[in-house]
């Protein structure tokens, strides 16, 4: 079965950075544009960031833009989230997504938490 599991949150100051990476089974992971999305409570998932499936397109959130950074290596099935410059409002869960935007499988989150 498809499983997507996040890892790599934490706490973090403003300016500081993060990786995320998210290990993908269960489905050929070279035959899919992956994404990365965040919610806070009360508030609906944001996509933040995407890659085709060859990594010959990626693309960001306005907020994010310049800051975060996709990438994926497909050999070790796994994308990666590469978050610098962090700010207290990238204070989410983000969830490792199959897919675009049009998600049909996420994993279970990994908090990130930027406060000095």
């Known amino acids: 079965q498809v499983q997507l599991v996040e890892s790599g949150g934490g706490l973090a100051q403003p300016g500081g950075s993060l990786r995320l990476s998210c290990a993908a089974s269960g489905f050929t992971f070279s035959s899919y544009p992956m994404s990365w999305a965040r919610q806070v409570p009360g508030k609906g998932l944001e996509w933040v960031s995407g890659i085709y499936k060859d990594s010959s397109h990626t693309g960001y959130a306005d907020s994010v833009k310049g800051r975060f950074t996709i990438s994926r290596d497909n050999a070790k099935n796994t994308v990666y989230l590469q978050m610098n410059s962090l700010k207290p409002e990238d204070t989410a869960l983000y969830y490792c997504?199959?897919?675009?935007?049009?998600?049909?499988?996420w994993g279970q989150g990994t908090q990130v938490t930027v406060s000095s």
């Open positions: 997504a199959r897919n675009w935007r049009d998600y049909d499988y």
